[in-house]
């Protein structure tokens, strides 16, 4: 433990094989407690497995885990008292309404009669679903039955929420409800762990983010961080005509000293700035005095996209 | 701010039966609000046996002979019986293998409930549709001719072997439901149906070529289906040889057999899902 941070969850060496493939391949992990943190990867990264081996659906080869303070093995009863689990396949009933989902669930957690109504009543006006309680969940939307999905994980108000890529398949419209729904959850003070693949997401919702690749966590910081891991500004150019691309690259490179990244199919080259307008004027300059036409240009800090495709570059090439 | 105090786990015995049974009582609950809410599942279950009453009954009744005499209707409806809740089976699996793959499985496994509760809602829930229909299906049956002879109290036992058989192929359910996929579940028909004709539900066994005719005499369901005809007073029971001699205890023994085979092997089924 660093300082006085605590972790909601811990794991150490972390091994499981399926078949001859290592899913997950001595993956660290420790999450603060109180923040959304975000397990961010390809497919077949490991992600899954990482959640599954957390909430005790799944026993890991080797390593060990805790989650809210009990091991995922040998306490697997405790843990499942203070975790909440939505994955990626919707669990509601589409015959039944919002409400009567709610209550069932509520039921199965053993409270009573009326604390289930009580505990229905709340999640639903908390998740926006009021208006839609007594409707058939058949007649919902996606964005709507991963809220009530969301609200279900929620029934005991866990230590520790675990989303398994809460926004897969859904509009974008939606998915901006279900992020607004993981922020309400993280506001009272409880941890989230999601995994995405979207990278936009982890960068809207997660305090933290590790980056999973093979079976390991390759990175782990805070998106920002993350982002000037690759580097400062980068000058974003996309030229007209194919042709120009060499001579349009012996431009960036004499300015900017870099050698810069071309991607021919989209007639687009990146390099890092340091000065970032005197750069791009001068970029400018000689493109113009060269007669070559520019379609776009940008000044813009690196996305996380590209983060994640250097770092897990990286790891192809090592 | 939420204050939610989770309810403590039981700790007693008895604590966790009430657990389980709560539990189990919640999940079927939820099955009768789909059965009301569902047409077609209604529809299934009203008209399927109706249907297959009259086709057996008049369609191909029409050449059938009961090996030792008597009404071929009075001798299918027994077979019909039996055939409907071998066929339940079919619900079992599905159910379970459609809950494994949309999630609803690992929920439940990722929740402080317990898991036997989950299992015995399943069975609870089951057998309350077994039991409406067979009730559509004993309807059906005195509509067309049938009837019991022997007292309300053979029959009522008669009722009490068709629902221990449905019982025990609820293990057999869940076992074969958490290893298929929901769309091999629902093709399992094609194995099922051959295995429930394969018996003496619809034509005497020893009408039969001799080694299907054995066959058919050992099916776990010609066992239930010939003491039923037996306590309901219908005819075509009984005859040469041992198993048809020992229907009764062959209908009682059979079940228990499976279920001591396939309840342990489902719930081991059930706990090795982490592997």
């Not at chain 1, 897990?312 to 090439?317: L, Q």
């Not at chain 2, 029409?62 to 019909?80: H, I, K, T």
């Not at chain 2, 003496?200 to 080694?211: A, E, I, K, R």
């Not at chain 2, 001699?245 to 023994?253: D, K, V």
Request: aromatic fraction near 6%; charged fraction near 20%; proline fraction near 4%.
């Amino acid at each position: 433990m660093e300082g006085m941070t605590s972790f909601s969850v811990v794991a150490e060496g972390l091994r499981k094989r399926y078949g001859d493939t290592w899913a997950l391949d001595g993956l660290d992990l420790a999450v603060p407690e109180g923040m959304v943190y975000g397990l961010l990867g390809p497919n077949g990264a490991g992600k899954t497995t990482v959640v599954r081996i957390l909430t005790t659906l799944v026993r890991a080869d080797a390593g060990r885990a805790t989650v809210a303070g009990f091991d995922v093995a040998t306490q697997s009863a405790q843990v499942r008292h203070h975790i909440g689990l939505t994955g990626q396949q919707p669990t509601v009933d589409e015959i039944l309404t919002g409400r009567e989902n709610l209550e069932m669930w509520a039921r199965l957690h053993h409270l009573g009669a009326a604390a289930a109504r009580r505990r229905a009543g709340e999640l639903l006006d908390r998740f926006g679903l009021t208006e839609a309680a007594g409707k058939r969940v058949r007649h919902y939307s996606g964005g709507m039955r991963r809220r009530l999905d969301l609200a279900i994980a929620f029934i005991l108000a866990p230590r520790v929420l675990f989303l398994d890529e809460p926004t897969t398949g859904l509009d974008p419209r939606s998915r901006t409800e279900v992020w607004q729904s993981v922020r309400t959850l993280v506001a009272d003070g409880g941890t989230v762990v999601m995994t995405t693949q979207y990278l936009s997401e982890a960068d809207h919702l997660a305090h933290r983010i590790a980056v999973i690749d093979a079976g390991r966590v390759v990175a782990d910081d805070t998106p920002e961080r993350l982002k000037s891991q690759i580097g400062g500004d980068q000058i974003d150019l996309v030229v007209h005509e194919a042709g120009d691309l060499t001579e349009a690259a012996g431009v960036l490179l004499r300015v900017t000293g870099a050698e810069p990244a071309v991607d021919a199919d989209t007639r687009r080259l990146i390099a890092p700035v340091r000065d970032r307008i005197a750069a791009l004027t001068e970029v400018m300059r000689e493109l113009s005095r060269l007669d070559i036409a520019v379609e776009d240009v940008a000044l813009r800090r690196p996305t996380l996209d590209e983060v994640f495709l250097n770092l897990t570059k990286e790891r192809t090439a090592a | 701010m939420t204050t939610l105090i989770s309810p403590a786990m039981p700790r007693t015995r008895i604590e966790r039966l009430r657990w389980t049974l709560a539990d189990g009582w919640v999940i079927a609950r939820s099955y009768l609000i789909h059965l009301v809410r569902n047409p077609t599942a209604i529809l299934n279950l009203l008209f399927y046996p109706m249907v297959m009453v009259l086709l057996f009954g008049y369609v191909f009744g029409s050449a059938m002979n009961v090996s030792g005499g008597g009404d071929y209707r009075e001798f299918l409806m027994p077979g019909m019986f039996g055939q409907t809740m071998a066929v339940g089976v079919m619900t079992t699996m599905i159910v379970v293998a459609t809950q494994a793959t949309r999630g609803v499985t690992d929920r439940y496994r990722s929740m402080p409930i317990s898991q036997s509760g989950v299992v015995l809602g399943r069975s609870f829930a089951d057998l309350v549709g077994s039991v409406l229909e067979l009730a559509v299906l004993l309807g059906c049956g005195l509509v067309v001719g049938w009837s019991w002879h022997r007292g309300i109290g053979a029959a009522l036992a008669a009722v009490g072997l068709l629902l221990l058989l449905r019982f025990s192929l609820i293990w057999v359910g869940i076992y074969v439901g958490l290893m298929l996929s929901p769309e091999s579940a629902s093709g399992a028909w094609i194995v099922l149906l051959p295995l429930t004709m394969l018996a003496n539900t619809f034509v005497s066994p020893d009408l039969m070529p001799g080694w299907m005719g054995a066959i058919a005499e050992w099916n776990p369901l010609s066992a239930t289906v010939a003491a039923c005809r037996e306590l309901f007073g219908n005819p075509g029971w009984g005859g040469g040889s041992w198993a048809a001699e020992h229907a009764l205890t062959l209908a009682i023994c059979w079940p228990v057999l499976i279920t001591l085979i396939f309840l342990p092997l489902s719930a081991r089924r059930y706990r090795r899902l982490d592997r």
